[in-house]
């Protein structure tokens, strides 16, 4: 069938801190210069929000430059930064660590505890009051490109497909959108940008990225437990010492609290289990009592980008940007990505109204962003920062010292850059070379399992779709994962999607795709890449109402 075609001087795939913020800017330079240009905001998610997840304190810099009068806005900044604590902990003891002892990135004077999600809902009411279309429930599931070869667009997923791609009496077509220029702003490791970095080699040249997967929960917690404005984070149990890691809690208005575990996926043993390291680590004697007569109220988990600077692709080529997490603009010390991506999608913008102006066509590389993002506030973070999470490498009392060091004595200036060694799928021991860890059974209280937890991310996917998470070989979902690494897609999954089933004729491997957060950890971490993750239909995965 014919696809319908729109047009637009810009269309931003992804409707996050970045492209959100990108959009704004578009529309606030062109209403300062009194120009027309259209821009279009792309979500997969039902709502501007749903699938976004993070801890999240946010530093307001880059707030604060697109909306100086964002209070007055009613932006959703409602807690701000009371006090802060960091624990060391072992099995049975919390050693905390003095706040004058802690470097200038892990300070939060002066930031804020919010919903990232809710944040994002804002600045959706903000662009469209600016003129911006968003359009939610539309997954941009394929990159156009001209006779060129640039950039020319994105068109979104056909609709009412069935499991074996047949076409139902709900079928739909997708839509063509073709644009002078096309941010791509998915997060972190989105499925178009990983196409646009190989085919454009962005990647050539930088270090090999590396990831985390960081899990939350929200719960409402007893008033007498409650301090909002407290920011709390721990490292150490129960990870082992060579798996770099650590937690978080933050407090935020009315009697919610916001815990999460963050693992690095550079992990060795395959039998670690993040979802299980999270739930055990809230057993610690030092934060159940936050707890205790409390109630869980929500669940996610995402991955994220931690390599830093020598780890960011090349982020224009002809037609389009990369921006925010799609690059991998977190700043890793700070355990902060907001502010950066919002800052890099302004650069974005600003860029690209400057080519607009001039009478360009689209089409063309805007290798001015190159040099945009070098003088900004943003690179000189990055730059600082970027020795702190490679040198974890050397375990987590190295990577300590080593931290102080660059961060306090050097103050992130230090004459040399550490480089991260692997990819992170190439990392996983055998099985059999590695100590099996056993988890406590969840007690329903204070641990839970996967599937109750999927359950309070009203994770919802039409489960007569084709699957979207793809094996390029399913003989090596048996053949290599369960007989070498003893299936870690078991464990890495952190909603019980993937299931070893015993049958007659031997194990296989199950998809239960309809449990699938968009974590994309399986994307990642899978030994042999044999696992691709793309778009669903538009508007499945979760729903997170206050993440």
Known sequence: MERETMEYDVVVVGGGPAGLSAAIRLKQLAHERNREITVCVLEKSSEVGAHILSGAVIEPRALNELFPDWQQREAPLKTPVSAE????????????LRAALLPPAMKN?????????????????????????????????EVLYDDAGAVRGVA????????????????????QLHAKYTFFAEGCRGSLGKELMARFRLRQGVAPQTYGIGLKELWEIDPARHRPGLVMHTAGWPLHKSTYGGSFLYHLEEQQLAVGFVIGLDYRNPWLSPFEEFQRFKTHAAIRHYFVGGRRIGYGARALNEGGLQCLPKMHFPGGLLIGCEAGTLNMPKIKGTHTAM???????????????????????????????ADSWVY????????????????????????????????????????????????LLPAAACEKIVYPRPDGELTFDRLSSVYLSATNHAENQPCHLRLA???????????????????????????????????????????????KTCDIKDPRQNITWVVPEGGGGPNYPNM
């Not at 979104?156 to 009496?169: A, I, P, Q, S």
Request: with cysteine; proline share 4%; glycine share 10%.
């Open 473 to 519: 070989d399913p003989a090596v979902a048996i053949d290599v994962n369960l007989k070498l690494y003893a299936a870690p897609e078991q464990r890495y999954c952190p909603a019980g999607v993937y299931e070893i089933v015993e049958e007659e004729s031997g194990p296989r491997l199950q998809i239960n795709a309809q449990n699938c957060v968009h974590c």
């Open 85 to 96: 604590k960091f624990l060391f902990l072992t099995r049975n003891r919390a050693f905390r």
């Open 380 to 427: 000189e973070e990055l730059k600082r920062a970027r020795n702190v999470r490679p040198a974890f490498k050397w375990g987590l009392i190295g990577g300590t010292l080593y931290t102080g060091i660059d961060q306090m004595l050097f103050r992130g200036k230090a004459p040399w850059t550490l480089r991260h060694a692997h990819v992170d799928h190439e990392t």
């Open 343 to 373: 800052k890099s999608g302004m650069l974005a913008a600003e860029v690209a109204f400057d080519a607009l102006s001039k009478g360009s066509a689209g089409g063309d590389d805007l290798s001015a962003y190159a040099a945009a993002f």
């Open 109 to 141: 004077h002066g930031n804020y505890i919010v919903s990232l999600g809710n944040l994002c809902r804002w600045l959706g009411t903000q662009a469209e009051a600016l003129g911006v279309e968003i359009y939610p429930g539309f997954a941009a599931a």
């Open 156 to 175: 979104t997923g056909d609709m009412g497909l069935d499991r074996e791609g047949n076409k139902t009496d709900n079928y739909e077509t997708g839509i």
